[in-house]
């Protein structure tokens, strides 16, 4: 069973949830909500979308962060975590169990995919894929399936789903103007930041400070407010930010997402949540008090548990979600 625990305080005192489980099962999926223009020559393959965001030369500069960052689920948002791959089993069963079983979708069999179809999960997961032909809808969809029907061994196929990923590119200059009426749009030649300045590299000469680089608003784009209404199919999925501003800020609560994920933990770019046990000990107070005993029907003698669980939930929103 999964628990989800709000954090409240009245009069300085958090309230505790305590609940008979169990199973206590947390899961934090990676994403919710994107700006996602659509700009320039649409990509017709895995290989040319991953060329357009390429950001292997900041390595160059920047090892540490982008070591960190490679560590982190950013670097495989449509595939997942490398031993299991379970974002992109989410996907094919969003697939299979979603799209082809619904009358108007569109979708009778894996070839009838669209980027279209794909949005509703990669609005977030892979925010550039708006730029792109249906054509990498198709060949993502080709070695979803050939990784998983392989009993996932399939390495190219592992190769080519993890090739294209939320980098230092989307960050830091795709999404990173979010009140374009206000601080403008996006330059193509820039890197944002927290300064102007210029940057030593030659594709992006210019840094200029994004408002919003350190703000929660920069993550709540993907982390969520709620139902995607939007979308033709809309889904229901990452709802942190929606928690963060209207329980834990509205409550009085002054951290960012950045000084809890990235400070704090001392993780930096490599983004975390319950898959860090440093997280794990910063989100929750977690005590378990079990005893064991025999329940007597009759003649029948039933072993059965009684598990008390006492959940303090730390975090500026509520677990699990994404």
Request: net charge positive; glycine share 6%.
């Given at each position: 069973m999964a628990l989800f625990v709000k954090k409240s305080r009245k009069g300085g005192s958090m309230k505790v949830a305590k609940v008979l489980v169990v199973l206590l099962t947390i899961a934090l999926p990676l994403m919710a909500f994107a700006a996602i223009p659509e700009t320039g020559k649409k990509a017709k393959t895995i290989d040319e979308l991953a060329a357009k965001y390429d950001s292997s030369s900041c390595k160059t500069c920047h090892s540490e962060i982008y070591?960190?960052?490679?560590?982190?689920?950013?670097?495989?948002?449509?595939?997942?975590?490398?031993?299991?791959?379970?974002?992109?089993?989410?996907?094919?069963?969003?697939?299979?169990?979603?799209?082809m079983e619904w009358p108007y979708s569109g979708v009778?069999?894996?070839?009838?995919?669209?980027?279209?179809?794909?949005?509703?999960?990669?609005?977030?997961?892979?925010?550039?894929?708006?730029?792109?032909?249906?054509?990498?809808?198709?060949?993502?969809?080709?070695?979803?399936?050939?990784?998983?029907?392989?009993?996932?061994?399939?390495?190219?196929?592992?190769?080519?789903?993890?090739?294209?990923?939320?980098?230092?590119?989307?960050?830091?200059?795709?999404?990173?103007?979010?009140?374009?009426?206000?601080?403008?749009?996006?330059?193509?030649?820039?890197?944002?930041?927290?300064?102007?300045?210029?940057?030593?590299?030659p594709d992006f000469?210019?840094?200029?400070?994004?408002?919003?680089?350190?703000?929660?608003?920069?993550?709540?784009?993907?982390?969520?407010?709620?139902?995607q209404f939007e979308l033709d199919e809309p889904t229901q999925c990452a709802t942190l930010y929606g928690y963060y501003l209207w329980n834990y800020k509205a409550d009085g609560g002054a951290e960012t997402c950045v000084e809890c994920h990235m400070k704090k933990s001392g993780l930096g770019h490599n983004l975390q949540s319950y898959r860090s046990e440093v997280m794990r000990k910063m989100a929750i107070d977690l005590h378990v008090n079990a005893s064991a005993y025999l329940w007597r029907d009759g003649t029948i003698l039933t072993p059965l548990a009684l598990v008390r669980a006492e959940i303090v939930n730390k975090a500026g929103h509520a677990f699990p979600d994404g």
């Open positions: 070591e960190q960052w490679d560590k982190s689920l950013h670097a495989r948002p449509i595939f997942g975590p490398l031993e299991s791959a379970r974002t992109l089993g989410t996907i094919k069963n969003a697939i299979t169990n979603g799209m009778k069999k894996k070839e009838d995919v669209q980027i279209r179809h794909l949005v509703t999960c990669t609005k977030c997961h892979l925010p550039q894929l708006v730029e792109a032909e249906d054509s990498v809808a198709q060949e993502i969809v080709k070695y979803m399936w050939a990784y998983i029907e392989s009993g996932r061994t399939d390495k190219k196929a592992e190769e080519k789903l993890t090739k294209i990923n939320i980098n230092c590119l989307i960050c830091h200059n795709r999404n990173a103007m979010i009140h374009k009426w206000a601080d403008g749009v996006v330059q193509n030649d820039t890197v944002y930041g927290s300064k102007d300045g210029s940057h030593a590299s000469p210019k840094l200029k400070r994004a408002p919003e680089m350190k703000e929660p608003t920069l993550c709540g784009q993907c982390h969520g407010l709620g139902p």
